[in-house]
T-cell receptor, first 114, second 111 residues
Framework: DGGITQSPKYLFRKEGQNVTLSCEQNLNHDAMYWYRQDPGQGLRLIYYSQIVNDFQKGDIAEGYSVSREKKESFPLTVTSAQKNPTAFYLC?????????????FGQGTRLTVV | GQQLNQSPQSMFIQEGEDVSMNCTSSSIFNTWLWYKQDPGEGPVLLIALYKAGELTSNGRLTAQFGITRKDSFLNISASIPSDVGIYFCAGIGGATNKLIFGTGTLLAVQP
């Protein structure tokens, strides 16, 4: 079955450590996105990539980094520079065309700093 | 950051009632999407709209792509307890073809 997979579902990090969240899709989608969701809040865009080896900052990119070496994969690193990293992180992908495109989400990763 | 204006922010209704929510934007979109999110899960796509004026149904859900391409609404008829969750609109378009989300509508249904 085609889909988008995030791992792990739950992640605990000590303060000062970097941590990488995985996002893999087998939908052959060109574009991939990372969002952050805080309790009771909407989705805020961290980074997005519309093609391999290219990505753009979203609205809250500070303290995060990404790479897009393969079409299927868009890992997100939460660095120690992110002051408040505890949140629910969602990855999404779209075909990338202007028309007739849909976005699908992974199940999310809940990151907690301890 | 750029987000769509979604209203209402929350709704508390009785089972069986109809629900309506909408999203507006200052920008034109080429695609409107409506999602439902259950607690601790990723959003699930409910309806996708691709043409201005398009009206699409999915069971008890109906959504429309506004004629101006700057708005969309979602209706849920005869609500049931499992409709509880957060509903998000999303638009794709603009110069960057970025996926942008609404602020969400929290729906609570009392049996």
């Amino acid at each position: 079955d085609g889909g988008i997979t995030q791992s792990p579902k739950y992640l605990f990090r000590k303060e000062g450590q970097n941590v990488t969240l995985s996002c893999e899709q087998n939908l052959n989608h060109d574009a991939m996105y990372w969002y952050r969701q805080d309790p009771g809040q909407g989705l805020r865009l961290i980074y997005y990539s519309q093609i391999v080896n290219d990505f753009q900052k979203g609205d809250i990119a500070e303290g995060y980094s990404v790479s897009r070496e393969k079409k299927e994969s868009f890992p997100l690193t939460v660095t120690s520079a992110q002051k408040n990293p505890t949140a629910f992180y969602l990855c999404a992908s779209t075909i990338g065309r202007v028309y007739g495109t849909e976005a699908f989400f992974g199940q999310g990763t809940r990151l907690t700093v301890v | 950051g750029q987000q769509l204006n979604q209203s209402p922010q929350s709704m508390f209704i009785q089972e069986g009632e109809d629900v309506s929510m909408n999203c507006t934007s200052s920008s034109i979109f080429n695609t409107w999407l409506w999602y439902k999110q259950d607690p601790g899960e990723g959003p699930v796509l409910l309806i996708a709209l691709y043409k201005a004026g398009e009206l699409t149904s999915n069971g008890r859900l109906t959504a429309q792509f506004g004629i101006t391409r700057k708005d969309s609404f979602l209706n849920i008829s005869a609500s049931i307890p499992s409709d509880v969750g957060i509903y998000f609109c999303a638009g794709i378009g603009g110069a960057t073809n970025k996926l942008i989300f609404g602020t969400g509508t929290l729906l609570a249904v009392q049996p």
